[in-house]
């Protein structure tokens, strides 16, 4: 069985500060790279950040640069998504992706595998 499965989502105020995490379960994503996405309502699902299976790599949109920082433990099969400065328009609905490189988890189209989300309210 292949999972995702996204945690750490809630209730923030303006420039609060949250981390998420995705803890990754099967043995495909053992060697993927992983990252994270974002839909607020009536949006497209959009970029945040991606990292590669060893860590060496990391991509971050350009909206976001400067307020979040994805990690991952090996040896927990996780990737965190650390964001600062939180403001009402990072209200979205956040979702773990996983796929064989950075290049399949930067765009939504073509990314073959998604967390079922958590949601990141921030109020103003």
């Known amino acids: 069985q292949q999972q995702l499965v996204e945690s750490g989502g809630g209730l923030v105020q303006a420039g609060d500060s949250l981390r998420l995490s995705c803890a990754a379960s099967g043995r495909t994503f053992s060697s993927y790279a992983m990252g994270w996405f974002r839909q607020a309502p009536g949006k497209e699902r959009e970029f945040v950040a991606a990292?590669?299976?060893?860590?060496?790599?990391?991509s971050y949109a350009d909206s976001m640069k400067g307020r979040i920082t994805i990690s991952k433990d090996n040896a927990k099969n996780t990737v965190y998504l650390r964001m600062n400065s939180l403001k009402s328009e990072d209200t979205a609905v956040y979702y773990c992706?996983?796929?064989?490189?950075?290049?399949?988890?930067?765009?939504?189209?073509?990314?073959?595998?998604w967390g079922q989300g958590t949601q990141v309210t921030v109020s103003s």
């Open positions: 992706a996983a796929g064989p490189s950075i290049a399949t988890i930067q765009t939504a189209s073509v990314v073959p595998y």
């Open positions: 990292i590669s299976w060893s860590g060496s790599t990391r």
